[in-house]
């Protein structure tokens, strides 16, 4: 078989991977909205908890043990860390957003987060973004300013997802690990915090403290297995996607995987506007069509550095 013929599988196999990738995340808004009957702090719970159980289970499996060395060192411990806490905060505040009928606002996110990460990429590593990039990030940014006027308020849950995400990918990016092992660590390390959320609850009668509160899953008895069996799969909606974009990312060059990406907040958007009905005015997609532009604007420029 040619070189060609290879790299033409290769290809096929990896743009096959990321579609898969960016379709599962653009419909897990479908999946969360299943659980909506599930409070999104314990959505959250189980997130954490039943992705750190399969995925140990699966490296255990493969007898990988050489991601638990990643705590011996200092600083890779200490991004794990980082990167755990960012990863519940994303997670918490997308499960939030699509159970409170803010799909469309939580897809703003994930269209602004590609250049978010351009610039930290200037900031951070020094990278030169190209003139294009530039007017991408004003556009992006004069939408966000517009929407804001438009609605009276800022689009926090967009720019919380925005900066999660792009701070996450800064610490990955930096990180020497497989994301398979890297996401086991941050889930092991995030545990805790999931049997927080599960078991803790926030009582405001004597001024506001957390207490220990088992009845507080009292409701799961309720809950019928059209809900239950759902929960059960949350480790595999977190980690199928995120597998299929390991085995993406490796195979295609940036500009296809940066064209690829914007499937998912797509996706979110018409889910948002089609299927869940939210509010979403006319004067509204001024504001958006900024931000629609600046994504084309940015896939135009990786595919230029692509081609150059």
């Not at 995987?257 to 006319?282: D, K, N, Y």
């Amino acid at each position: 078989m040619s070189n060609s013929s290879l790299q033409s599988g290769g290809f096929n196999k990896g743009l096959f991977c990321a579609v898969m990738s960016f379709s599962l995340w653009g419909l897990l808004p479908l999946y969360w909205r299943v659980l909506n009957a599930v409070e999104p702090m314990h959505i959250l719970a189980c997130r954490i908890l039943l992705s750190m159980l399969m995925l140990v289970g699966i490296l255990t499996f493969s007898k990988n043990f050489v991601w638990l060395t990643v705590f011996k060192d200092v600083k890779k411990g200490g991004m794990i860390i980082i990167a755990s806490l960012i990863l519940c905060i994303n997670w918490g505040v997308y499960i939030w957003a699509v159970n409170n009928g803010r799909v469309i606002e939580a897809s703003l996110g994930y269209y602004i987060n590609p250049l978010v990460s351009v610039v930290l990429g200037l900031l951070f590593f020094k990278e030169k973004l190209s003139r294009l990039q530039w007017t991408a990030f004003t556009c992006a940014c004069l939408g966000v300013l517009l929407l804001t006027l438009l609605s009276g308020a800022l689009p926090w849950i967009s720019i919380v997802l925005a900066l999660c995400f792009g701070f996450y990918g800064l610490i990955k990016k930096t990180l020497k690990i497989s994301a398979l092992e890297s996401l086991t660590a941050e889930t092991l390390v995030a545990a805790p915090v999931g049997l927080f959320l599960l078991l803790m609850r926030v009582d405001t009668s004597g001024g506001l403290r957390l207490i220990p509160d088992l009845q507080n899953l009292s409701y799961f008895t309720a809950l019928g297995p059209n809900v239950l069996i759902p929960l059960a799969f949350c480790g595999i909606a977190t980690s199928l996607p995120l597998y299929f974009f390991g085995k993406g990312a490796k195979l295609l060059p940036l500009s296809t995987l940066g064209f690829v990406q914007f499937l998912a907040p797509t996706l979110q958007f018409a889910i948002g506007v089609f299927v869940f009905r939210e509010f979403f005015p006319l004067h509204f997609l001024a504001a958006y069509s900024l931000i629609w532009l600046a994504a084309i604007l940015y896939i135009t420029s990786l595919r230029r550095r692509a081609a150059g």
